[in-house]
């Protein structure tokens, strides 16, 4: 295995949503010897970077053992370098232990966040999806890379198609107007969603309905991305 570098490192907020709520990918924390089991257990996946090693293709790196998953949306959004995120000791035990026993006193970690959909996943059994709204408390600073990581989201899912990175290739517009209540935790007009929606070419209706609901079966679409780029040319925006 290639050599770390000690004092940084790359924590990765990977989103999914389940058709109901939206959802963090969590791994646990591994038992160590010496080291308590009580505390936190959970954490973002993420890791120390190789001495010789870019600091995307560590987080591309990440997400691919976990999830399975390559060529996904993922986006730089921040640097965490307080010198005291590493606590309780507890936790800083932990990292030492885990890492060939470097004297580690501080890391500065680049966080990403990633959008993917669920069904593709290939999780790691260490893994487990965790709603965002009822998060336990995490090792080091990961509560607050999560909420900063959904702040960074909720600004940037108003002007950009990000929501087509979590729906399925055929979605309803329920599915959408799903989405975005998730993400930005507001309640929208159903009728008025599909208003705005409307003149949106990009969104391609298909020959084709929802199967096996026990409702009415809703008319599906398809997100165009070229016909989207020619659009954006002409309006500096998207939905919301």
Known sequence: MPALNPHISVDC?????????????????????????????????????????????????????????????????????????????????????????????????????????????????????YPVKNLPDLIFDHNQIIKKALEILRNEIRSKPLCFELLPKKFTIRQMHDVYEAILDESFDSRNFRKKLKPLKFLVPLQEKEKGVNHKPAQLYRFDRKLYFKYNKKRNGFIL
Request: glycine fraction near 6%.
């Open 13 to 129: 907020v990977i989103l999914g949503f389940d058709s109901k709520e939206l959802k963090v990918l969590l791994i646990e924390r591994e038992h160590i010897n010496g080291v308590s089991p009580e505390g936190h257990k959970l954490k973002l996946p993420g890791s120390l970077i190789y001495k010789n090693e870019d600091l995307d293709k560590s987080a591309y790196r990440t997400l691919f053992e976990l999830t399975g998953l390559r060529d996904i949306f993922l986006k730089q959004f921040a640097v965490f370098g307080n010198p005291n995120r590493l606590s309780p000791q507890e936790d800083l035990d932990w990292l030492r232990k885990t890492t060939n026993n470097y004297q580690i006193d501080r890391v500065v970690t680049i966080a990403y966040y990633s959008l993917i959909k669920l069904t593709e996943s290939n999780r790691t059994p260490k893994t487990i999806w």
